[in-house]
C-alpha cells in the first residue's frame, strides 16, 4: 500500500510528477489514496490552465471529505485525464497509474523544490 | 480537552482493523470495510454500529412528566409507557441544547438518550432546570452500552441469532428483553432511515451481543462515517450542523417535533413569534446540477447574494446525486429556486429541492409523535 515509484519525484503534500522533458505529469501517490479511502470525484483544471507551485490546482474527494490538490510545478495544463472523472476510483487502484493532468514546465529551477523517492518514503511512513 | 476516551468495544474495533478517530471526545470507528459498503448493507440488508458514546441520563420523580415537557419541545405527558419520543431542549432564545430521545418507563421515570458531544453541557442544562419540580437527574452514561442494529433484514436476523422476537414492538417503543442472562434495553428507534433497533446494556452484555452479532457474519460491523450517510439521506438533523446554539428548532425546519399547543415549555416564546412570521431562514434541501460535491459550511449564493450555507451535503451514496441539506434566507426557501453553491474557486448552480433524498423503503408503523 506504501509504494514509493522510483524514477518520479514527489510533494511533501502527497502528489507525484513524472518529468518526461519540458512536460511534466501530476498524480497522487498511493499513500494519499489509502489515506482518503475511496475516491468518488475529482475536480480537475481545464485545458490550458496555469498551474503554479505549491498552490491548489484540484481537489479529491472521498464520501467524507475534500482534499485539495497542490502543483509540484508551475505550468500551463497540456493534457487532462477526463477519464478519471468517470472513474475516480481508478486512484484506488492504482495511484501511480491514475495520472491527473500534464504541464508544459514553466520554472525548471522549481524541480530542486520537489522531493526525491527516497526522500518522499521518509515523509509518508 | 480530557484525554480521548473509549467505548468498551473498543478493542473489537482495533482488531477488525477499524480506522479508528477522534469524534465528539471518543476514539471511534469511521469504517471498517468502507463507507460505501456500510452504507449499502445497512440500506439493502443489516449493519451494526457501535455508538456507546451515545449519553444516558434518568430522571425520576413524581414531576418527572410535567418537567420534561417544560424543557423538551414534544409531549410525552400523554404517551403510554413504553413510548420513545423525539424532541429537542431549547435555550430560551429557541435555539437548540441538543435533541434526544425520551424513553418513557413509567410516570415516574424517563430515560434520556442524548449526544456524545453534549452529555455533560445537557446534564448540567437538565440539573439546573429542576427547580420547582419534584424531580432527580442522573448522569448513567458510563453505565451503558450501545449498539444500534439498522437494516431492512435487522428484525429477522436478531431473531435467527439472538433468539430475541421484536416483531411486537412498534415503531419508537421500547421493552426489557432477558437474553443470555442480561438485561437489555430494546427500542425500535435509529438514525439511519431504515427498520432497525438500539440496544442498551451494561459494557458485559453489551461485549457479548456484539461478539454473536458479528459472529453470525449477516451484520455488517458499520462505522461512524456511513452512520452519517445514512442519516443525511434520511434528513435526519446532527448536532451542530442543521441544528446547534445558534438555529432555533423552527429554522432546522422540525417544527413537527415541537408542540406549540403546550401551554409552556423552554424556548416557546421564540418560537412562537417565528411562527406568525418571524421567521428568516431555514434548513431546506438543495441539488446540484453539475457535478461537484457540496460540504458542510460551503456558502450558498444567489447571483451576487449570500443567502446562507451548507449544513451537510454529500455525493449521495443511494441516489449518485449531489445533494446537500442548506441554511437559506427565507426568500430563497421555495422549491425550485436557482441557487449557486461555492465550491473551492467555482459557482456550481442548483436548486431548492425537498428533503427526501432516497427512496424510503421503511414505513414505520404504529408512530404517531415521530412520523
Known amino acids: 500500500m506504501n509504494k514509493v515509484l522510483d524514477g518520479i519525484l514527489y510533494n511533501p503534500t502527497h502528489e507525484w510528477a513524472q518529468i518526461q522533458g519540458d512536460v511534466a505529469t501530476f498524480g497522487i501517490t498511493a499513500f494519499a489514496a489509502s489515506q482518503l479511502g475511496t475516491v468518488v470525484f475529482v475536480d480537475l483544471p481545464a485545458l490550458g490552465a496555469k498551474v503554479v507551485q505549491n498552490k491548489e490546482f484540484g481537489?479529491?474527494?472521498?464520501?467524507?471529505?475534500?482534499?485539495?490538490?497542490?502543483?509540484?510545478?508551475?505550468?500551463?495544463?497540456?493534457?487532462?485525464?477526463?477519464?478519471?472523472?468517470?472513474?475516480?476510483?481508478?486512484?484506488?487502484?492504482?495511484?501511480?497509474?491514475?495520472?491527473?493532468?500534464?504541464?508544459?514546465?514553466?520554472?525548471?529551477?522549481?524541480?530542486?523544490?520537489?522531493l526525491s523517492p527516497d526522500q518522499y518514503r521518509a515523509v509518508s511512513k | 480537552m480530557d484525554e480521548v476516551r473509549k467505548t468498551c468495544l473498543y478493542d473489537k474495533h482495533v482488531a477488525l482493523g477499524a480506522k479508528m478517530e477522534p469524534f465528539a471526545g471518543w476514539l471511534m470507528p469511521i469504517e471498517y470495510t468502507g463507507i460505501i459498503a456500510e452504507h449499502t448493507a445497512v440500506r439493502t440488508k443489516s449493519g451494526m454500529f457501535d455508538v456507546s458514546h451515545m449519553g444516558e441520563i434518568m430522571v425520576k420523580g413524581p414531576d418527572a412528566l410535567r418537567y420534561?415537557?417544560?424543557?423538551?419541545?414534544?409531549?410525552?405527558?400523554?404517551?403510554?409507557?413504553?413510548?420513545?419520543?423525539?424532541?429537542?431542549?431549547?435555550?430560551?432564545?429557541?435555539?437548540?441544547?441538543?435533541?434526544?430521545?425520551?424513553?418513557?418507563?413509567s410516570a415516574t421515570e424517563l430515560f434520556l438518550v442524548v449526544n456524545a458531544s453534549n452529555v455533560a453541557k445537557d446534564y448540567a442544562w437538565l440539573v439546573e432546570q429542576t427547580e420547582g419540580f419534584d424531580v432527580v437527574v442522573k448522569n448513567l452514561s458510563d453505565e451503558y452500552g450501545e449498539v444500534a442494529v439498522q437494516g431492512p433484514a435487522t428484525e429477522a436476523l436478531l431473531r435467527t441469532i439472538m433468539g430475541i422476537e421484536l416483531s411486537d414492538l412498534e415503531a419508537f417503543t421500547f421493552k426489557h428483553v432477558w437474553w443470555d442472562g442480561h438485561d437489555l434495553l430494546v427500542s425500535r428507534t435509529g438514525y439511519t432511515g431504515e427498520d432497525g433497533f438500539e440496544i442498551y446494556a451494561d459494557p458485559v452484555a453489551t461485549n457479548e451481543v456484539w461478539d454473536v452479532l458479528l459472529a453470525s457474519k449477516e451484520i455488517l460491523p458499520c462505522g461512524l462515517g456511513c452512520r452519517d450517510t445514512l442519516r443525511f439521506e434520511a434528513a435526519l438533523p446532527l448536532y451542530g450542523h442543521e441544528i446547534s446554539d445558534e438555529i432555533t428548532a423552527l429554522e432546522a425546519g422540525l417544527g413537527f417535533f415541537v408542540k406549540l399547543d403546550k401551554p409552556d415549555f423552554i424556548g416557546k416564546g421564540v418560537l412562537v413569534e417565528q411562527k406568525n412570521g418571524s421567521l428568516k431562514r431555514k434548513v431546506v434541501g438543495i441539488e446540484l446540477t453539475e457535478k461537484a460535491i457540496p460540504r458542510a459550511h460551503y456558502e450558498v449564493y444567489s447571483g451576487e447574494t449570500k443567502i446562507g450555507y451548507v449544513t451537510t451535503g454529500y455525493l449521495s451514496i443511494s441516489a449518485g446525486k449531489p445533494v446537500a441539506m442548506a441554511l437559506l434566507d427565507l426568500a430563497y426557501t421555495a422549491m425550485g429556486t436557482p441557487i449557486q453553491v461555492q465550491i473551492r474557486n467555482k459557482r456550481i448552480p442548483g436548486f431548492v429541492r425537498d428533503k427526501k433524498f432516497f427512496k424510503k423503503s421503511y414505513k414505520p408503523k404504529g408512530d404517531k409523535a415521530n412520523e
Request: proline share 5%; net charge negative; aromatic share 8%.
Open chain 1, 59 to 114: 481537489a479529491v474527494e472521498s464520501v467524507k471529505a475534500a482534499s485539495d490538490l497542490f502543483a509540484p510545478l508551475s505550468g500551463l495544463v497540456v493534457a487532462v485525464n477526463d477519464d478519471l472523472v468517470g472513474d475516480p476510483e481508478a486512484i484506488n487502484k492504482d495511484a501511480f497509474g491514475a495520472w491527473m493532468i500534464k504541464v508544459k514546465i514553466a520554472a525548471p529551477a522549481e524541480l530542486k523544490n520537489l
Open chain 2, 68 to 105: 420534561i415537557d417544560y424543557v423538551t419541545t414534544n409531549e410525552i405527558a400523554s404517551k403510554p409507557d413504553g413510548k420513545v419520543v423525539y424532541g429537542m431542549m431549547l435555550y430560551p432564545n429557541g435555539t437548540v441544547v441538543d435533541d434526544l430521545l425520551t424513553y418513557k418507563v
